[in-house]
RNA sequence: GUGAGCGUAGCUCAGCUGGUAGAGCGCCAGACUGUGGAUCUGGACGUCGCGGGUUCGAAUCCCGUCGCUCACCCCA
């Protein structure tokens, strides 16, 4: 797309500038974010985006792809081994565990947004700082802690009017019955190898549970033939899993039972689950998550048994403005509320006032440094979209009256210098 | 890490089998000396990503390189 001077320097690869009017519409969905949260209880946390490398080997998972080969680790000059975060859910329990919060006894539910890094070959929809908008529920192991959550979620979507997106819901066991499934999987796998596509055949050894994720056509009757988690769950993931569902049932909150679902982090224990919107390319999971009773444990809390979710923001804004366009809907692009324009010298100090008073009312006003012809200000308040245009000049000094001008209609009344405040005010007040 | 496609004006792009750059939009100015979004006229803006090669001559062909995009892998 853009071509790039030898001398010219641009952002790093897999790294992006967000630009306005496009950081407006990231806003407003934080935004909502935030108020949902706030519905639910959750509280916002900042933890650092650099921490010990150890904590994602400990908690994603050694073997990981994230950890073995996607990770931005570097040493420090004291020669500690540091990373920029992958994902945030381990830095929350770290936090969790290094503050003591368990202590509290009780439900700890914390959300956070903020940029992840991944070193990985950016495509549509995957950057190597990507940003993720996530919560956690810590400190119980209760079925009703994963609808409640999921009931959240379904809230935020509708808010972002993606209420078409589906949730796809599974469980992975724990590490009492995962074990034997895996088992039975591979002894399955063995059998059937050579009938797989290729990459198949090598997921079959390095990570079988990736087999059941294959979209190629032709692997689908032998993957469906394939032994079930679910039918390897133990009483109580069985349990669990069922409880989950019927909440969700009683709840109206729509779901599909992915037997196939996987998810790439080693933490995750009974539910995970994915929502996943169409027209996003290949990356279409929008948000991922699930329980993860272990975790605390492994970075040696006590225990503290979570559910959590990390939506994945730079895909949420693709499938907003998708669903938008779907729906021949527009984010309004909005500008000022005012523009002043002013001619001659005398006008610049009753000018400069007005402005000043109207931005005191958190009014958004644009203003010239410099008196500039009538036609052009006008044309430039038309430009940057301002509803109204206020006029003063020579007659509107000496008759006390500034001319106010709505852009949309371009209609135009004289107001009395001392109301112009006020009569704005109040017309940003109907103003969508 | 692997593969494919693409790099020409601020943006979107055209430029056939090599003859040394164009359109639309945008921007600036004027028609219209205090009334915008329309129209018309004029104007500014390009080391054709970079380096090398072939050729009398390269935006165009070849090689390399950098960058971007999409896909695989994996994941948000």
Known sequence: MASQRLDSIQAVKGTRDLLPPETALWQRLEEEARRVFRAY???????????????????????????????????????????????????????????RLFNEGGLHKLYYIGPMFRRERPQKGRYRQFYQIGAEALGSDHPAIDVETLEMLHLLLERWGLEESTLLLNSVGCPRC?????????????GVRDKLCADCQRRAVTNPLRVLDCKVEADQPIIEALPRMADFLCPECRQHFEAVQSGLRERGIAFQHAPRLVRGLDYYTRTTFEIVSGALGAQNAILGGGRYDGLSEMLGGPPAPGFGFAIGEDRLVLAVKEAQARQGREEIESGPLVY?????????????????????????????????????????????????????????????????????????????????????????????
């Open 41 to 99: 209880n959750f509280h916002e946390i900042r933890t650092p985006i650099l921490e010990p490398t150890g904590l994602f080997a400990r908690s994603v998972g050694a073997d990981t792809d994230i950890v073995m080969k996607e990770m931005y680790t570097f040493r420090d000059r004291d020669d500690e081994s540091l990373t920029l975060r992958p994902e945030a859910t381990a830095s929350v329990v770290r936090a969790f565990i290094e503050h």
């Open 178 to 190: 995962r074990p034997e499934y895996l088992r039975a999987l591979r002894r399955a796998l063995d």
């Open 340 to 432: 002043i324009a002013w001619m001659g010298e005398a006008a610049t100090d009753p000018a400069a006032k007005l402005a000043r008073e109207l931005r005191r009312q958190n009014l958004s006003v644009e203003i010239s440094p410099t008196p500039i012809k009538l036609k052009k200000s006008l044309g430039i308040a038309s430009k940057v979209k301002a509803r109204f245009t206020v006029i003063i000049g020579e007659g509107e000094l000496a008759g006390g009256r500034y001319q106010v001008k709505d852009m949309t209609t371009g209609q135009q009344t004289a107001v009395e210098a001392g109301q112009i405040v006020q009569v704005l005010r109040q017309n940003s007040a109907t103003v969508a």
